[in-house]
């Protein structure tokens, strides 16, 4: 793209003010400045003018799920199941990583964050030897792939070569980047986070699979003949990867995803709950849920919405495949934005002072026909990183890490 494209893209979406400083860059910096004005979704600036007509739901019931009695019951036959498929390469992994350790004090990405303490143990560690036990029960490598952002590719990859991938197999680690989108302030107006860069972030959970095909990454999935991808954050060190029982069970009912759910420890915590929306599968996020859902009762007498999600599905490929042409609903998120003042001086401000735009992973799951939630032991498969101290904290997660017999 040269000047005068970028002039007629940004002039077609109100954006010229962000070439203010564009003579003062050198021609290395005007080039790619270029070059991230050209790659950047501005149609989804608009959104900011109808926020009110976003996020709007359908009739919400219960939905269903495989409660541990009946996962134990069938344990061995679904085991069986799951691991017929990761022995014939059919089950891959998707790692998202996209974030920064911001919330608990590092400048790093968040997987490098060190949980140790008398040993060094790295939230990437954790998830990896995770893995490594499906490894080592199937006798067979499982493709992963680890989605980074712009902001922490480099350190990402970096990392993980320098300690060795922690065990595993180098030649089955894929690493592809996030899609970015702009940041902007209330009017819409794209902030600058310098004086020839847009500020950016990356564009929520839910655009991992369109990330992966933009990276090439699908032929490598259709060669090596994977049919479900494990998807997982990087923000849970307990939970387990590439699971057969849980495949056995996703694939023995047929349905086009799965979900690990944990049951609530009270009404109002803070996880998004399993249910049906318009007769599809979906998500309510915990700021959703209304005094009467979180009062509902099923048919037997149990809370109807009683199982949060912990952003650990297994998707049907073809049904992911199925779905690209679809738009996800677009959400917009208030946030803390850095941005350069009048003066072209950089400002780190206290309050939300604009939106983000994400696509979030709950709307795919909108978009599949079927989903399976898949109930888990929290104590043992749930130890969410949010925060330094108190709740899903470091601190709560090396506690659970220990009760699991986790030497730190």
């Known amino acids: 793209m040269n000047l005068a494209q970028a002039k ?51 009739v919400i019931s219960p939905l269903a799920a495989m409660q541990l009695p009946e996962i134990e019951e069938n344990k061995e036959a679904f085991t069986a199941v799951g691991l017929e498929a990761v022995r014939a390469g059919k089950i891959g992994a998707v790692l998202l990583a996209g974030g920064m350790g911001t919330r608990l004090g590092s400048d790093d990405p968040k997987g490098m964050y060190n949980v140790g303490l008398t040993r060094e143990l790295y939230i990437f560690e954790c998830l990896i030897h995770n893995l490594l ?10 493709h992963l792939f680890v989605m980074t952002s712009e902001k922490n590719h480099e350190a990402t990859v970096s990392f993980l070569q320098e ?15 996030q899609e970015m989108a702009a940041a902007a302030d209330y009017e819409g107006r794209i902030y600058l986070e310098g004086k020839g860069r847009l500020s950016t972030s990356p564009n929520g959970n ?3 699979f369109i990330s992966m095909k933009n990276a090439g990454l ?50 109002d915590e803070k996880v998004g709950v399993m249910c049906l929306e ?78 983000k735009f994400e696509n979030l992973v709950l709307d795919m799951i909108h978009q599949m026909e079927s989903c399976l939630p898949y109930e888990v032991v ?23 890490l220990q009760q699991n017999g986790v030497v730190l």
């Open 163 to 177: 300690h060795e991938y922690f065990g595993y197999q180098a030649e089955y680690v894929h690493f592809f980047r």
């Open 8 to 58: 007629e893209k940004l002039k077609k979406y109100g954006q010229e003010h962000v070439l203010k400083y564009y003579d003062e860059l050198s021609g290395q910096e005007q080039e790619a400045f270029l070059k991230q004005i050209e790659a950047t979704d501005m149609s989804l600036l608009e959104a900011c003018k109808h926020r009110e007509d976003l996020g709007q739901r359908g």
């Open 206 to 208: 839910g655009g991992w």
């Open 378 to 400: 929290r104590e043992k498969e749930f130890a969410p990183i949010k925060n330094r101290t108190g709740v899903d904290s470091v601190e709560s997660a090396r506690a659970l």
């Open 278 to 355: 318009d007769g599809r599968p979906s998500i309510v996020e915990y700021y959703e849920l209304t005094e009467e859902l979180m009062n509902a009762r099923d048919e037997k007498g149990d809370p109807a919405y009683y199982f949060g999600v912990i952003l650990n599905y297994l998707f049907r490929v073809q049904d992911l495949i199925g779905i690209l042409d679809q738009h996800l609903p677009l959400h917009i998120v208030e946030k803390k934005i850095p941005y350069l003042n009048e003066e072209g001086e950089l400002v780190k401000p206290d309050e939300p002072n604009g939106y």
């Open 133 to 142: 036990d499906v490894v080592r029960q199937a006798d067979t490598w499982i």
């Open 218 to 267: 699908l032929d490598l999935v259709k060669k090596a003949g994977i049919e479900w991808l494990n998807v997982f954050s990087v923000d849970n060190v307990l939970q387990k990867i590439a699971d057969p029982c849980f495949a056995g069970a996703v694939i023995s009912k047929g349905c086009a995803v799965g979900a690990k759910v944990v049951r609530k420890n009270a009404p």
